[in-house]
């Protein structure tokens, strides 16, 4: 079974702090997503990584950098959290193998940003 | 740009019921579409992807249809049970590529016993 973990289900942060969240898979999958996750708004795209070191925006990328040193690990960072990155905030993965691209998710992380 | 939509946004039927979710996509040059569930608080789990090439896709009590020439696709629910109550969302491709996925807003579904 593909696993998909986040390093927190909860996390209460101030304004303007740095926040880290970390994103691991363990089914070397080439692809890996950060996603929010707003009433009303749905599932929006942060960000997309299609390899190591690779990156791309995704249609809310504003106030947030991604990192991927290792395959398996994506981290998404907020440089200096704001009230209105208060979330869930939900990381995803796929494999290109088999052309397949079913995404896989982790639990989500509840991050309140006050 | 691919524009995905559920309706209803949600629904409430009594258990023992069979019922249909509908999820429509405005691009229909779609390589596969993918159904979700997802409880309160938690993260999304992956019922169903149907690849372009089939017209039906089942697991268990759920089977998933999709009209590419439509637009459409369906996930039904054979049977509903309270413990199937949750949110269902679709995930189609989104325009211009395989990897990145556009979401529908959800139907919230509620089974009553």
């Known amino acids: 079974d593909v696993k998909v973990t986040q390093s927190s289900r909860y996390l209460v942060k101030r304004t303007g702090e740095k926040v880290f969240l970390e994103c691991v898979q363990d089914?070397?999958?080439?692809?890996m997503f950060w996603y929010r996750q707003d009433p009303g708004l749905g599932l929006r795209l942060i960000y997309f990584?299609?390899?190591?070191?690779?990156?791309e925006k995704g249609d809310i990328p504003e106030g947030y950098s991604v990192s991927r040193e290792k395959k398996e690990r994506f981290s998404l960072i907020l440089e200096s959290a704001s009230t209105n990155q208060t979330s869930m905030y939900l990381c995803?993965?796929?494999?290109?193998?088999?052309?397949?691209?079913?995404?896989?998710f982790g639990p989500g992380t509840r991050l309140t940003v006050t | 740009k691919q524009e995905v939509t559920q309706i209803p946004a949600a629904l409430s039927v009594p258990e023992g019921e069979n019922l249909v979710l509908n999820c429509s996509f405005t691009?229909?040059?779609?390589?596969?579409l993918q159904w979700f569930r997802q409880d309160p608080g938690k993260g999304l789990t992956s019922l169903l992807l149907?690849?372009?090439?089939?017209r039906e896709q089942t697991s268990g009590r759920l089977n998933a249809s999709l009209d590419k020439s439509s637009g459409r696709s369906t996930l039904y629910i054979a049977a509903s049970q309270p413990g199937d109550s949750a949110t269902y969302l679709c995930a189609a491709p989104s325009s211009g590529g395989y990897q990145k996925v556009t979401f529908g807003t959800g139907t919230k579904l509620q089974v009553i016993p």
């Open positions: 995803a993965s796929s494999s290109v193998r088999g052309r397949s691209y079913e995404q896989y």
């Open positions: 149907i690849q372009s090439s089939q």
């Open positions: 691009d229909s040059a779609i390589y596969n």
């Open positions: 990584s299609y390899d190591v070191k690779m990156k």
């Open positions: 089914m070397d999958h080439e692809n």
